[in-house]
């Protein structure tokens, strides 16, 4: 079965940097999207970032733009959120999802997703 | 890349037929069927309820249904029932081939 597991989540001060990481298993990793979704505290689901299968696009929400960067490793089956720059306003409980679709194709809904990593900005 | 504008909350009482509304503009529902829907109990992982405005994954019920006119999504509950208590959330796919979701729509069975 599909399995997402996020790890890297921690408290960090604003300005500071955090690397999120995703491990992927029970799928075939390099046939598909990924994605970031981020939800705060009490509030609502966040589209954060994606990465197309093969690595070479990333697409970014405008409050991330500049400071996150996604990256994948498709031999390691594992996504990445690199952090910089980070504010009071990016703490959240930070989602891996997949992206269904196959190879270069995606049909944009999130058919799975991991159980989330906690990160808190705070001084 | 402001959000789809979702109603913050409604409510039905068991067996009735409930509808959620999700609007967005000619730069993403209106131009794209790839509309979804997610169900999110307290503290639980999103769950993909309706995908490309209208299909059903397996193993969801279908008292779930989507529909879409327009610049706006519909998600229907038919035969209401406690356990659907639970934050509905939409999502689209935009012309910037960016997503975004919606502000969720927090639903309680009477």
Known sequence: ?????????????????????????????????????RQAPGKGLEWVSYIVSGGSDMYYA???????????DNAKNALYLHMKN?????????????????????????????QGALVT??? | QSALSQPASV?????????FSCTGTSSDIGTYNYVSWYQQH???VP???IYDVNERPSGVSNRFSGSKSGNTASLTISGLQAEDEADYYCSAYTIT?????GGGTRLTVL
């Open chain 2, 47 to 49: 769950k993909l309820m």
């Open chain 1, 62 to 72: 405008d409050s991330v733009k500049g400071r996150f960067l996604i990256s994948r």
């Open chain 1, 1 to 37: 079965q599909v399995q997402l597991v996020e790890s890297g989540g921690g408290l960090v001060k604003p300005g500071g940097s955090l690397r999120l990481s995703c491990a992927a298993s029970g799928f075939i990793f390099d046939d598909h999207f990924m994605s970031w979704v």
């Open chain 1, 86 to 114: 980070l504010r009071a306003e990016d703490s959240a409980v930070y989602f891996c999802a997949r992206l269904s679709g196959s190879g270069s194709f995606s049909y944009f809904h999130f058919d799975s997703w991991g």
């Open chain 2, 97 to 101: 081939s960016t997503l975004i979701f």
């Open chain 2, 42 to 44: 307290p503290g639980k």
């Open chain 1, 121 to 123: 900005v705070s001084s």
């Open chain 2, 11 to 19: 409510s039905g009482s068991p067996g009735q037929s409930i509808t």
